[in-house]
């Protein structure tokens, strides 16, 4: 599989989409705010700024903070792809945070989400 076309994507792009997922669930742009930080240790500031340069996923992910310890316990299936089983670090970053949207979105509680 060929995953250039994705990490090369700005998360700029793509952040609307997780907003609008959640917001049509009843859930808030808040939490998605809180799942991104809690996934990469980004704080609101650094967010907005790789919202404002149009920062692409490769570098989103490379220039995070730090990815948290408790991402290994996201496990399940995404966009038709077992998480455990993708190879690809990048791919497998990328997944994390569809994962945890989606789980936002379906209802779970924030607690669940986080793996605390």
């Not at 076309?5 to 952040?15: E, H, I, P």
């Not at 917001?23 to 742009?29: A, I, P, Q, S, V």
């Not at 998480?83 to 945890?100: F, G, N, Q, S, T």
């Not at 979105?105 to 793996?115: F, N, P, Q, S, Y």
Request: positive net charge; hydrophobic residues 35%.
């Amino acid at each position: 599989m060929d995953n250039t076309r994705v990490y090369k994507m700005s998360f700029a792009s793509v952040y609307p989409h997780y907003i609008t997922k959640a917001e049509r669930k009843g859930r808030t742009k808040e939490e998605v705010h809180e799942i991104i930080y809690w996934l990469t240790g980004y704080d609101s500031q650094q967010l907005q700024q790789i919202i404002n340069d149009k920062t692409d996923f490769e570098n989103f992910f490379a220039k995070a903070p730090q990815l948290n310890p408790n991402a290994s316990k996201i496990t399940g299936v995404i966009c038709g792809y077992r998480i455990e089983e993708i190879e690809d670090p990048l791919m497998k970053k990328v997944r994390y945070l569809d994962k945890l949207i989606d789980e936002l979105a379906k209802g779970k509680t924030m607690e669940k989400i986080l793996r605390k």
